[in-house]
């Protein structure tokens, strides 16, 4: 996500912190910089251009010209205009519709249907009883595929097969919708391979036989500046709400993301992430803003975190950790909980530094070890992960042939998990130690 972006500005940052004195000139040299590396991104000429004035207006305030560490504040000032463009604060769905209805429109092959199913997905975790209205009556196939992510996702779909009067099928949805206690309904629309008037007033009709919350414009990030020209001419027609930027883990560039609140005045309101149902997040432009200038998103990590990892396992797991008691078993279970985080790569990103730290690092093997790990163990029998010191040489070859490795990959795993269990030992030891001090100070103060 952003990733030639994001190198080419941290390029231009290493050059802006180690300004101790500046001036008009070495400013201009910065972010000239900058600006090449917004325009190869394929962000929106007019708003590479008067973004770059207003950060080079603030640069040479008086402020930051007498400020110790120059460079850093226009580090800081280019950081906070980035937020602004992006959209300054996360844009939240209007919910207060007796149903609300959601219309998602756009091109075909955008990504409208996979993005109903995931907004569906992230509203039902929220307490809400979404309702999935197929009404694409032109792609047959985009029928099934929302049937399909309906039951994978266990939310209803409404689905009137052979029926291509749209407002026929909003009406009857709606209808269901009442009588079925479902509080949101969500309209997968028809798209065209290009803007077409029918498709458009087919969908201006909709609208206001529905009077939706939310028209939400989905766009492929990988259409870059296109994406902006299709959110006017859709936005002119139907007067969106939001937008849902698809595919932003496939595009390096990141144009149409930098682009779209500025020309449209519409915020981002969701991003898809990646291809699986839970890569799918709401819009923050800080921490957007933070992963694009290197500087990690801690807060989503924190987030995923506590979504993919039980907190009572978790207090189980640092108990065991503490009395030593940490066994093979568990050791499975840390590996499979660092799995519901993501990607290593995607996980290193959202870390500060994490980025530059990625350079020339090999986390494809990392990750490669991982899964060799997870298939050893699985590869034991539960007497073997509990008490591996009975694991001989025919039970180690048995193992190794059953998970794909060498028995020397085995046994490196094993020597690796001992070191790793005498050190939690030595820790509880000493945490033990530390609480008996603390428990007799106070008396010892006292005398």
């Given at each position: 996500m952003f990733d030639s972006l994001s190198g080419k500005l941290q390029n231009a940052f290493r050059n802006l912190?180690?300004?101790?004195?500046?001036?008009?000139?070495?400013?201009?040299?910065?972010?000239?910089?900058?600006?090449?590396?917004?325009?190869?991104?394929?962000?929106?000429?007019?708003v590479a251009r008067d973004f770059i004035e207003r950060v080079k207006t603030k640069s040479l305030g008086a402020e930051v010209v007498a400020s110790i560490q120059p460079g850093q504040q226009i580090v800081k000032i280019i950081h906070d205009e980035l937020v602004d463009l992006l959209g300054a604060t996360n844009a939240s769905l209007n919910l207060s519709g007796n149903p609300t209805c959601i219309l998602m429109v756009g091109l075909h092959g955008s990504g409208k249907t996979t993005s109903s199913g995931k907004l569906g997905r992230l509203l039902l975790k929220q307490g809400r009883q979404p309702l999935l209205v197929a009404a694409d009556v032109y792609r047959p196939a985009a029928m099934d595929q929302l049937e399909t992510l309906g039951q994978q996702l266990?939310?209803?779909?409404?689905?009137?097969?052979?029926e291509t009067d749209v407002q026929r099928i909003a009406r009857e949805a709606l209808d269901f919708a009442r009588a079925n206690n479902r509080n949101i309904l969500i309209f997968d629309t028809a798209g065209r391979l290009q803007?077409?008037?029918?498709?458009v007033q087919e969908l201006?009709?909709?609208?206001?036989?529905?009077?939706?919350?939310?028209?939400?414009?989905?766009?492929?990030?990988?259409?870059?500046?296109?994406?902006?020209?299709?959110?006017?001419?859709?936005d002119q027609a139907l007067q969106i709400t939001g937008s849902i930027l698809t595919k932003l883990d496939g595009d390096a560039r990141?144009?149409?993301?930098?682009?779209?609140?500025?020309?449209?005045?519409?915020?981002?309101?969701f991003a898809g992430t990646g291809e699986k149902l839970d890569e799918f997040e709401p819009f923050h432009p800080e921490r957007m803003a933070s992963r694009i200038l290197g500087m990690g998103d801690v807060v989503s990590l924190v987030e995923k975190a506590a979504e993919a990892v039980d907190l009572d396992d978790a207090k189980r797991m640092e108990e065991k950790m503490r009395k030593g008691e940490f066994m093979l078993e568990d050791f499975l279970d840390q590996l499979r909980q660092?799995?519901?985080?993501?990607?290593?790569?995607?996980?290193?990103?959202?870390?500060?530094?994490?980025?530059?730290?990625?350079?020339?690092?090999d986390l494809g093997k990392q990750e490669k070890e991982f899964k060799h790990m997870e298939a050893m163990i699985c590869g034991m029998t539960p007497k073997e992960r509990k008490s591996p010191q009975i694991l001989n040489a025919k039970r180690r070859i048995r193992i190794a042939k059953g998970s794909g490795v060498s028995v020397t990959e085995l046994n490196t795993m094993l020597n690796k998990f001992g070191q790793m269990q005498q050190m939690m030992k030595k820790m509880g030891k000493f945490s033990k130690m530390m609480a008996r001090m603390g428990g007799g100070m106070p008396g010892m103060l006292g005398r």
């Open positions: 912190r180690g300004l101790g004195k500046i001036s008009e000139a070495n400013v201009g040299d910065a972010l000239r910089e900058v600006r090449m590396a917004l325009l190869e991104a394929d962000v929106n000429f007019k266990e939310i209803p779909v409404f689905v009137k097969r052979g803007i077409d008037e029918p498709l201006v009709r909709l609208r206001d036989l529905v009077k939706p919350q939310e028209i939400l414009l989905v766009l492929d990030a990988a259409t870059g500046q296109e994406a902006v020209n299709v959110a006017t001419h859709f990141g144009g149409a993301a930098l682009s779209m609140k500025a020309v449209t005045g519409k915020p981002i309101k660092m799995k519901k985080l993501g990607p290593l790569e995607d996980v290193m990103k959202m870390l500060p530094g994490g980025a530059e730290a990625l350079k020339g690092a």
